[in-house]
């Protein structure tokens, strides 16, 4: 079966921007994380959203939102771009913790370049 | 607050060779935790998972056991390849969380490299 699919895998925009990514889950998954990585940083919670609800959220500033959609979709959206967003962002899907073992299967992610 | 550590950051060994990844956590208060690979540019490949009341989990040529009350996981790569060259990271989902949150902290990885 298909996996995570993410959109756009690679984008490019300048400062003050905003940028949205989208998340497609594995058929039947209901729950979507987020992840930013850099290589200061490493790999970082940023929010997760389990039937169109917010259930935890990173340590993020206000600029970066997410939000899902009925059919388990995701997006996130990172508005007034800085340069330290240049990152590439992950997302995860996974069956409810409680109904399976809890594996999280990621995305091949959105690398987004802030110029 | 949890944090995961990987050492070494960076490996390099002969084709052939048996290898030992290690990673270890501050909180032994954990619901799972998982190996991932990752090639450069790419996603992440999940590996192996292993239940908080598990010791350890195999596939294929990889081997992770879990001591969960000393806070510490290794991955056992038997007879390496060029092909196991990626970095390979361990994740933790922490317990008490937030009921039913998938939140993994990260550690930030150990880039193996296999000389033919």
């Known amino acids: 079966k298909a996996g995570v699919t993410q959109t756009p895998r690679y984008l490019i925009k300048t400062r003050g921007q905003q940028v949205t990514l989208s998340c497609s889950p594995i058929s039947g998954h209901r729950s979507v994380s987020w992840y930013q990585q850099t290589p200061g940083q490493g790999l970082q919670f940023l929010f997760e959203y389990f039937s169109e609800t917010q259930r935890n959220k990173g340590n993020f500033p206000g600029r970066f939102s997410g939000r899902q959609f009925s059919n388990s979709r995701s997006e996130m959206n990172v508005s007034t771009l800085e340069l330290g967003d240049s990152a590439l962002y992950l997302c995860?899907?996974?069956?409810?913790?409680?109904?399976?073992?809890?594996?999280?299967?990621f995305g091949e992610g959105s690398r987004l370049t802030v110029l | 607050k949890q944090e995961v550590t990987q050492i070494p950051a960076a490996l390099s060994v002969p084709e052939g060779e048996n290898l030992v990844l290690n990673c270890s956590f501050t909180?032994?208060?954990?619901?799972?935790l998982q190996w991932f690979r990752q090639d450069p540019g790419k996603g992440l490949t999940s590996l192996l998972l292993i239940q908080s009341s598990q010791r350890e989990q195999t596939s294929g040529r990889l081997n992770a056991s879990l001591d969960k009350s000393s806070g510490r996981s290794t991955l056992y790569i038997a007879a390496s390849q060029p092909g196991d060259s990626a970095t390979y990271l361990c994740a933790v989902r922490p317990h008490g969380d937030q009921g039913g949150s998938e939140k993994l902290v990260f550690g930030k990885g150990t880039k193996l490299t296999v000389n033919p």
């Open positions: 995860a899907s996974s069956l409810p913790k409680t109904a399976n073992t809890g594996e999280l299967f």
């Open positions: 909180d032994s208060a954990i619901y799972n």
